[in-house]
């Protein structure tokens, strides 16, 4: 799917982009590696096609929550779905987020550009990013520049999304 050209018919009507099936970048309990955090199964509910490891500049995930952080590079996996399988996922997972697009509890389902790691990313490395505080992986922003991006959604916080709105080359695609 070219989830760029997704993006870009995005609107004012902020059901129906929210509607939209993007990958699903998590941080926290939803993740797999190294093992799962509890809440894997919420993401297992339909196969997906493909996961990836990836971060997300300037956003530092920490217990079950994210901060903003300039310069981190948090740590994230990404799982994609078809379509059908997707509608399916986002509930569950935005359930678990007490997330609602007209209410908003704490978390905002937040479309981000997600940088992916290569396939061959170092385990060890990964993983060592992997702690329950403050899990970045310590890429020099310079480098940035030469991993893929992907837009994806990942769920952020009202103040988290304001600094990064205020941000140059902020990963920040679109939040309500």
């Given at each position: ?38 809440n894997?199964?919420r ?25 903003f ?38 978390y ?69």
């Amino acid at each position: 799917m070219n989830y760029q050209a997704e993006f870009e018919k995005f609107g004012d009507d902020y059901h129906a982009n929210y509607a939209r099936s993007f990958p699903i970048a998590v941080f926290g309990t939803l993740r797999k590696l190294p093992c799962d955090q509890g809440n894997l199964h919420r993401m297992l509910k339909r196969d997906p096609v493909d996961h990836k490891k990836a971060f997300i500049p300037h956003i530092l995930p920490s217990n079950i929550w994210v901060d903003f952080k300039e310069g981190a590079s948090g740590l994230f996996e990404v799982f994609y779905y078809t379509d059908d399988d997707f509608k399916e996922v986002i509930k569950g997972v935005d359930r678990l987020e007490s997330f609602t697009p007209d209410h908003h509890y704490g978390y905002h389902r937040t479309l981000l550009s997600v940088y992916l790691l290569p396939d061959d990313y170092p385990e060890d490395d990964f993983n060592r990013g992997i702690r329950w505080d403050k899990r970045t992986l310590g890429i020099p922003e310079d480098e940035w520049k030469d991993f893929e991006t992907v837009p994806a959604w990942a769920y952020s916080n009202a103040k988290t999304n304001e600094l990064l709105a205020e941000m140059e080359n902020s990963p920040l695609l679109w939040w309500h």
